[in-house]
């Protein structure tokens, strides 16, 4: 299912996505006149491809923001940044339907900011000091216009978001339609020269949010966790492989709970190779050769 309504967009869906691809940002800079601005916005940026996805969800929030272009990475990118709007729309869109991942900690100090905004202080040296340590525990941090215009920084205080649980499928459908991956392809059998076909699905996230995919893992039924050895990376991955978990609990939960944008284009290939190998398809050279064509079109080769 690629494209529906926005306004028919499941809330909890929205909140997955926002927690795979979204951000609560604040930054501090000055402007031509020597005047010291704070900027709020909330983001979600995303492969040009995907427009109608974005276009849905700027429909959900009731066609509030703007969607610009970036040419140099191709992506389209829907923000919100009028503090009206994020105080009437998004943030109580969020504080209905919370965000699981870690990113609920940057949104709780971006809400401080967008109110301490809201009543004017940053225009009084005590609220933008109070705002400066609030941005240095965000995201990444003090920008270096901050460090140099700014003498004291005292970073307050940043929660560690503990998820107990995952209640609804809506967020875990949107949270995979982010950042989630079907892949397939085709290996030699250690064995024998035949060839054997593979599928995969796997959930990235960063190795701070390691809780939250072990409970996605006993959600789904089926997983297991790999932790990324590369150097200077900080990600983990839920990879499900075996055949039975992909057919028996993967494919009926998306089936049901649908991903929705251009992944969703990958995920209905991935499935057409799942039946092809239900029905023992891959263990003819014609089945091979029909996978083959499928999977060359699939995710990079779409």
Not at 139 to 161: A, L, M
Not at 210 to 229: T, V
Not at 260 to 284: P, Q
């Amino acid at each position: 299912m690629m494209f529906e309504s926005g306004k028919h967009l499941n809330p909890n869906f929205v909140t997955g996505f926002t927690d795979a691809e979204g951000s609560f940002t604040a930054w501090i800079h000055e402007e031509a006149s020597s005047k010291i601005r704070v900027m709020v916005r909330f983001k979600i940026g995303l492969n040009a491809k995907d427009l109608p996805l974005l276009k849905q969800i700027q429909e959900f929030f009731g066609g509030i923001g703007t969607l610009t272009y970036d040419k140099q990475s191709n992506a389209w990118i829907y923000s919100v940044s009028g503090v009206t709007d994020l105080i009437n729309v998004i943030i109580p869109h969020f504080m209905n339907y919370p965000l699981l991942t870690q990113k609920q900690a940057d949104f709780k100090l971006f809400v401080q900011i967008v109110q301490l905004l809201k009543e004017g202080a940053h225009l009084n040296k005590a609220g933008l000091q109070k705002i400066v340590d609030i941005k240095a525990s965000m995201n990444k941090g003090s920008s270096d216009f901050v460090k140099s215009n700014f003498s004291q920084i005292n970073p307050v205080e940043r929660e560690t978001i503990e998820t107990k649980q995952i209640s609804d499928p809506m967020w875990v459908a949107g949270f995979v339609s982010g950042e989630g991956n079907f892949d397939a392809g085709i290996r030699k059998a250690t064995d024998t020269r035949n060839e054997r076909v593979y599928l995969r699905f796997r959930v990235t996230q960063h190795e701070r949010d390691l809780n939250l995919m072990q409970l996605l893992i006993k959600y789904l039924g089926a997983g297991r966790i790999e932790i990324d050895n590369r150097k200077n990376s900080s990600t983990v991955n839920i990879v499900v492989g075996k055949f039975s978990d992909v057919n028996d609990k993967i494919i009926p939960f998306f089936d049901q709970y649908p991903i929705l944008g251009v992944k969703y284009l990958d995920y209905s290939d991935w499935t057409k190779i799942a039946n092809k190998m239900k029905l023992g398809e891959h263990k003819t050279p014609k089945g091979i050769e029909e996978i083959k064509e499928i999977e060359s079109g699939m995710n990079k080769g779409r």
